[in-house]
């Protein structure tokens, strides 16, 4: 028996965009796949829902695949594909595998020799970086600094370091309740003269995306409160 396909689909980063931001090949595979694993089974039903395909979303078969999912479990999740499903990664938002749990059921699949089909679309990190004006040729993603004040300040003064020593991009991210708390950081932890890109409601109506030195982001501060940010330094 053939085996399945383990499609990565990616989602929107903000509400009601996805007729522009979600290609048709989007709309096909979700339209011929039956089985998800998916982060949140409201949020993945709701944005299915979103893309107006005609689906019987109760006819659709969704588990949880989490940063809280063993791996032990993933081999049970990924079963469909063995006797011949394809099954479906959407993440939380953008795409899965990045930053996302989803990486867990990808390594399955290549220890299991199941056909991996990653599907493009928005990624928070790769648009901030696009629009950032640094470097794209050395970057690294460090996903969420430490939440101790004291140990997120020192881990900024390290990336700083190794940005300048490396010519590297930078790139972090916070939960969004807590943005404010990380920009006052940066701010006081950084030097005057590094640079700093503030991404925040990518894709969004009211997205801004705005590269200023340490300096002058602190005579012109952002209110980040409760809004996905994705963050960028560089030293020069």
């Avoid at 990924?78 to 059921?105: K, T």
């Avoid at 932890?189 to 030195?213: G, V, Y």
């Avoid at 340490?214 to 209110?223: E, G, Q, V, Y």
Wanted: neutral net charge.
């Amino acid at each position: 028996m053939p085996k399945g396909k383990l499609f990565m689909i990616p989602t929107v980063l903000a509400e009601n965009t996805a007729h522009w931001v979600i290609s048709p090949q989007v709309q096909e595979v979700i339209s011929h796949t039956k089985i998800f694993l998916v982060e949140n089974p409201r949020s993945a039903r709701r944005y299915i829902s979103s893309l107006k395909l005609g689906i019987n979303i109760e006819e659709l078969h969704m588990e949880v695949l989490d940063k809280d999912t063993p791996p032990e479990q993933v081999s049970r999740l990924m079963m469909p594909l063995l006797n011949g499903a394809d099954i479906g990664v959407i993440s939380e938002a953008g795409c899965p595998g990045i930053a996302d749990p989803g990486a867990l059921a990808v390594a399955y699949a290549h220890q299991k020799g199941i056909q991996v089909v990653p599907i493009s679309g928005p990624s928070s990190m790769f648009l901030a970086l696009m629009g950032s004006g640094f470097s794209g040729q050395s970057f690294a993603f460090h996903g969420y600094l430490p939440i101790d004040k004291k140990e997120r300040a020192m881990t900024l003064k390290r990336l700083e370091q190794e940005s300048l020593r490396e010519k590297r991009a930078q790139l972090f991210m916070e939960t969004p309740f807590r943005n404010n708390q990380l920009l006052a950081d940066a701010l006081a932890s950084l030097s005057p003269q590094t640079k700093l890109c503030i991404a925040k409601n990518l894709t969004a109506a009211d997205e801004l995306i705005q590269t200023k030195t340490i300096s002058d982001w602190k005579n012109h501060p952002l209110d980040l409160h409760k809004v996905p940010t994705v963050f960028i330094l560089q030293a020069f």
